[in-house]
């Protein structure tokens, strides 16, 4: 059964990037035999919606609504603003293709860490800090995702302010894998 944790939360995974680096479909990638959007798309498998922000017609998966991206090329906070536009209200759990070892533990622990003050949740990386992919965004700061998208800024690092964003540490480090390249997936 669904956890009450998960209740008005949104799964969103943004699959509409370039791949440059990869030098082919990230999403279609295998690791362990399972392509990295299916393992995104389990992690997120206990939200009540589930949305994929890709092209239309790049992908299929059972149970999700395929929304194309409102400012395509424009990066993963333009992804996000799409997210909680089609959302429309709650909490958006936001992953990107290139983190297959997301699991519903890792939401989980996110879930639980959600606050009344917090419009953000992020898990910590030992070296790297808080993590903006991977994280919990409310619906309240499309407002300001906007603005920053129409200022010309595109780091998703600053969608939500310190005193607004929830942090989760302590979480293993085998979570914050982001695959880049296919040498990324050994």
Same mark, same amino acid.
């Given at each position: ?7 008005? *939360?949104?799964? *969103? ?14 999403? &279609? ?7 990295? &959007?299916?393992?995104?798309? #389990? ?10 922000? $890709? %092209? ?11 929304? %194309? ?8 906070? /333009? ?7 089609? $959302?429309?209200?709650?909490? *958006? $759990? ?7 070892? =997301?699991?519903?533990?890792?939401w989980e622990a996110l879930l639980q860490a959600r606050t009344a003050e917090a419009w953000a949740? +992020?898990?910590?990386?030992? +070296?790297?800090?808080? +993590?903006?992919?991977? /994280?919990?965004?409310?619906?309240? =700061?499309? %407002?300001?995702?906007?603005? =920053? &998208? ?13 005193? +607004?964003? #929830?942090? *989760?540490?302590? &979480? ?9 390249t296919p040498d990324d997936l050994t």
């Amino acid at each position: 059964m669904v956890g009450s944790e998960w209740e008005g *939360v949104t799964g *969103v995974i943004t699959a509409g990037g370039k791949s440059r680096r990869f030098g082919s479909d990230k999403a &279609l990638a295998r690791l362990d035999g399972v392509t990295l &959007l299916e393992r995104v798309a #389990a992690s997120l498998n206990d939200a009540q919606r589930k949305i994929l922000i $890709a %092209p239309r017609g790049s992908y299929s998966l059972s149970g999700w609504e395929v929304v %194309p991206d409102g400012r395509p090329g424009e990066g993963p906070l /333009a992804g996000l603003e799409t997210a909680l536009t089609a $959302a429309g209200s709650g909490w *958006v $759990a936001f992953a990107g293709v290139d983190m297959p070892r =997301l699991d519903s533990t890792y939401w989980e622990a996110l879930l639980q860490a959600r606050t009344a003050e917090a419009w953000a949740v +992020q898990a910590i990386h030992p +070296q790297r800090g808080p +993590q903006p992919l991977g /994280a919990l965004y409310h619906a309240a =700061l499309l %407002p300001r995702i906007t603005r =920053l &998208l129409d200022s010309g800024e595109r780091r998703l690092r600053l969608v939500s302010a310190p005193e +607004q964003t #929830a942090l *989760v540490s302590g &979480l293993p480090e085998r979570y914050f894998l982001n695959v880049n390249t296919p040498d990324d997936l050994t």
